[in-house]
């Protein structure tokens, strides 16, 4: 069993930053591939409806949606078991409850969320 908690949200205005951290328990960070997930306000907590933002694999590679490359940078510290999202230029379109997810072959578990609003 993993468990995952997501930390960092809050309000920001138009260009502003914020750093999410997501700690992971429980053994086998290191072979996990590791993504966030956003969800916009007001959805239902459909799966189908989240939208990966960036993921990183256990060796390193990283990825992003084109919506947030160039912004947003994907790392991780696997002595920490943590992995972060470091938001730059945020918009109001950025504005969603993120999710960690931890996917390691066929097993992914999800952290609860943190929600993220960027308004002036």
């Known amino acids: 069993q993993v468990q995952l908690v997501e930390s960092g949200g809050g309000l920001v205005q138009p260009g502003g930053s914020l750093r999410l951290s997501c700690a992971a328990s429980?053994?086998?960070?290191?072979?996990?591939?590791m993504a966030w997930y956003r969800q916009n306000p007001g959805k239902e907590r459909e799966f189908l409806e989240r939208?990966?933002?960036?993921?990183?694999?256990?060796?390193?590679?990283?990825n992003y949606a084109e919506s947030v490359k160039g912004r947003f940078t994907i790392s991780r510290d696997d002595a920490r078991n943590t992995v972060y999202l470091q938001m730059n230029s945020l918009k109001p379109e950025d504005t969603a409850v993120y999710y960690c997810?931890?996917?390691?072959?066929?097993?992914?578990?999800w952290g609860q969320g943190t929600q993220v609003t960027v308004s002036s």
């Open positions: 997810r931890f996917a390691s072959g066929p097993t992914n578990y």
């Open positions: 429980g053994s086998n960070f290191r072979i996990a591939s």
């Open positions: 939208e990966l933002v960036a993921f990183i694999t256990s060796g390193g590679t990283t």
